[in-house]
């Protein structure tokens, strides 16, 4: 059956669906019944002593304000306004229980009047010894007031359209009542002075239009009886009294240094107010009592009406369950079944399939949902996602296809780069070759080589995030120490690392590369977020599971956050999106990539010293057993014969020159931790291997030659040192504003 038909059949029944319409309609007017009930209870045993309360927390207050301003108040007045809201207060707390009201706002506006009400006593105190000010004594009571108010429009919570209205009203009339008290706690605090500060009159003007405005709209919404009697209190003598009054004070008042002087009529207020506010009084009470007898009688028609509508919809209740039972069954097992596929091709078929683009793999389309030209809705439904579904392959299938494409435009314009870089490192290598004697000559190539190596790492990381390999020239493997050496040599401030080999173990030859190049990315974001004069030590010793070499530094602190978002982004590959907000910081990025390619594990967290550790864990399968370290490593004393490499890929080695005219093709020792390597009086200057970079057949022997006492001053080497950073950091500017 189609969809339409399923619609068409439950319209057919209109009958029954009335009749469930009528049992809704009776089990709402049983629970309204219920409610009206316990809001009739509620407003009984809560609303009255609540009014009772605001009544006489109103004159405790214009009392308070009259006998604070000097006003002749006698004190059993005042004792016999305290006297009666004590009264109320504890008939108010022995009667108000919270869990009487229907909401949950009701109930925790009934416990804050409650806490107020704690406060009492020791606001009374404030006002005997007249401690602070009587605005704070007044706003006290006040805010006490607007909460009592507040409570009476949570009592009814009935959906009845007359008992809506008469709650409304009733609560209007409440806060036009406590906005003219309010006039009265304000003119109360002139004194015999007859003078209001300026925020005083302000809020008295401000009052003496709100109460206009409520009693005018007030009128309008009571019943007749109700709006004859409301009339007759305005158009007394007292409240003409009162407007009048209100009318002086706002037109013909006196604006003084002292303050705002009030014209000599408002000596008639507060006999006028006397009159007029017990009139109000009995008007809200008896509005009170009135709309407590309505709910209860519209409770008693609410119970009448159950009675008759359910004894009218009991005979189609039956039909309509099973009408409702049969189509409401069949539609469901059909989206049910629609449902479930979906789900299925959502959570499983279509991420697959775009995994599987994205790795450059087919993709059969046999495993996506086909249309199956269904003719009803449930069935074009489902044709229409099959057809979402295909697009969005499409669609993933031309992303992956220029994802690869650009990868591979990405790998082919890095190497040919880094052939040009590698063309420059061995001119660099024949130009120290041949004038190798001229020292300032020397520094100046060392510096040159230097730049260019740190070009040449940042071409490597380019072709490794594009999806390409960096080539390892090695043959052999590599003690750690070494390692270390060649990844610290990558870095521009190289003299600031300290190298620390705990153990003698080798590297195998395939990865040494790969690892360097982890290395000197960390090494290089370590020197570069941690002060110029500051140290970074890397660490290198045997665990568990493998090689642990730890590289710490003493940068600025990083969050937790911090720390995790950078952790994350060393375990997944970004999108190119993300490669180009972060441009200038793909150190980590690249430092993921070739973690994964090595299958070691990169942690980033806070050092003891505050400043950064990174630990990576490099897996035991790419270190050479002892057997064969040892026959690696079995001549420490003899130099081995250099391996013919690549220019492309070879690294700088760097010794110190010694003052004892040593070999210059013999490498210095790696110096102790903040040693620099030279000797007290002289700064050691870098110099490189000769011919370790050309082929076998192109080396020629060599005598060495003895190098002299360096004739440079401590302070000429430490401005050219200075020369050497400033041109590399220039290099690093320009590439990286090179890059897209």
Not at 28 to 48: F, T, W
Not at 497 to 514: F, K, L, N, P, Y
Not at 519 to 531: G, I, V
Not at 584 to 613: E, K, N, Y
């Amino acid at each position: 059956m189609r969809l339409r038909t399923l619609l068409v059949s439950l319209a057919v029944v209109p009958t029954v669906a009335m009749g469930v319409q009528v049992l809704i309609s009776s089990d709402r007017s049983v629970q309204e019944s219920r409610h009206l009930r316990k809001d009739v209870v509620a407003g009984r045993q809560i609303g009255v002593p609540l009014y009772r309360l605001m009544t006489a927390l109103q004159s405790e207050r214009a009392t308070t304000a009259a006998w604070w301003s000097g006003m002749p108040v006698p004190g059993a007045d005042l004792r016999d306004r305290r006297a009666d809201t004590d009264r109320a207060v504890a008939v108010f707390l022995k009667s108000s229980d919270p869990d009487q009201l229907h909401s949950d706002r009701g109930k925790d506006r009934l416990r804050d009047v409650a806490r107020r009400l704690a406060d009492l006593g020791a606001q009374r105190e404030r006002a005997d010894a007249r401690h602070g000010s009587p605005d704070d004594t007044v706003e006290y009571y006040t805010d006490v007031i607007g909460e009592t108010i507040h409570c009476f429009g949570d009592f009814n919570h009935v959906d009845d359209g007359g008992l809506t209205q008469e709650a409304t009203s009733l609560a209007a009339l409440f806060s036009a009542a406590e906005v003219v008290a309010r006039e009265d706690a304000i003119l109360a605090l002139a004194g015999p002075s007859g003078k209001l500060t300026p925020t005083r009159f302000r809020e008295f003007a401000e009052a003496v239009g709100a109460s206009g405005y409520l009693y005018d709209t007030i009128t309008l919404d009571l019943p007749l009886d109700d709006q004859d009697a409301l009339q007759r209190i305005l158009t007394s003598n007292a409240w003409q009294t009162k407007s009048r009054i209100e009318n002086a004070i706002v037109s013909d008042h006196r604006d003084a240094a002292t303050g705002v002087v009030l014209p000599p009529d408002v000596r008639d207020w507060r006999a006028a107010y006397t009159t007029f506010s017990a009139q109000l009084t009995t008007l809200d009470a008896s509005e009170l009592q009135e709309l407590l007898e309505h709910a209860d009688d519209r409770a008693a028609q609410l119970e009448d009406q159950v009675v008759l509508l359910v004894a009218a919809s009991g005979a189609g209740l039956l039909l309509v369950v099973a009408v409702v039972a049969f189509t409401t069954r069949s539609v469901l097992r059909r989206l049910r079944s629609l449902h479930n596929r979906t789900v299925a091709v959502a959570e499983k078929t279509l991420p697959d399939i775009v995994d599987r683009l994205q790795r450059g793999e087919d993709v059969d389309t046999d495993a996506l949902p086909q249309p199956r030209g269904e003719g009803d809705e449930v069935g074009r439904i489902s044709d229409a996602f099959a057809h979402a579904v295909a697009v969005s392959v499409e669609g993933h299938r031309k992303l992956a296809d220029e994802r690869q494409g650009f990868s591979v435009f990405a790998s082919g314009i890095a190497a040919r780069t880094g052939n040009l870089v590698s063309r420059q490192l061995a001119l660099t290598e024949h130009i120290q070759d041949t004038f190798g004697q001229n020292e300032a000559l020397l520094a100046e190539l060392m510096r040159s080589d230097q730049l260019t190596v740190g070009m040449r790492r940042q071409i490597e990381n380019l072709l490794i995030l594009a999806g390409g390999e960096i080539s390892d020239p090695h043959m052999e493997p590599m003690r750690i120490a070494d390692l270390l050496r060649e990844a610290a040599a990558e870095v521009e401030d190289f003299r600031r690392i300290d190298r620390h080999a705990m153990d003698e173990t080798s590297v195998e030859a395939g990865v040494i590369s790969q690892l360097s190049h982890l290395l000197a990315e960390l090494l290089d974001n370590a020197t570069r977020f941690s002060p110029p004069t500051a140290r970074v030590a890397i660490r290198a010793e045997l665990v568990g599971d493998g090689l642990c070499i730890e590289i710490e530094d003493r940068g600025p602190r990083v969050s937790a956050e911090r720390y995790q978002e950078m952790n994350d982004r060393l375990h997944s590959a970004p999108p190119y999106s993300v490669l180009a907000r972060n441009a200038h910081r793909l150190g980590l990025f690249v430092v993921g990539h070739l973690a994964d390619q090595l299958g070691a594990t990169v942690t980033l967290r806070r050092s003891a010293f505050g400043g950064t550790s990174a630990v990576v864990i490099v897996p035991s399968e790419h270190l050479v057993p002892e057997a064969r370290q040892g026959t690696v490593l079995s001549e420490p004393a003899k130099e081995p014969a250099p391996v013919a490499r690549p220019a492309a890929e070879r690294l700088p080695k760097l010794v110190v020159r010694q003052r004892t005219g040593a070999p210059a093709n013999t490498p210095a020792p790696a110096p102790a931790p903040g040693a620099s390597g030279a000797a007290p009086d002289r700064p050691a200057l870098p110099e490189r291997v000769p011919q370790t970079h050309i082929a076998q057949r192109l080396r020629e022997p060599r005598a060495a030659e003895p190098v002299g006492r360096d004739a440079a001053t401590p302070e000429e080497v430490a401005d050219a040192w200075a020369d050497y950073e400033d041109s590399t950091r220039q290099v690093e500017l320009e590439l990286r504003q090179d890059q897209p």
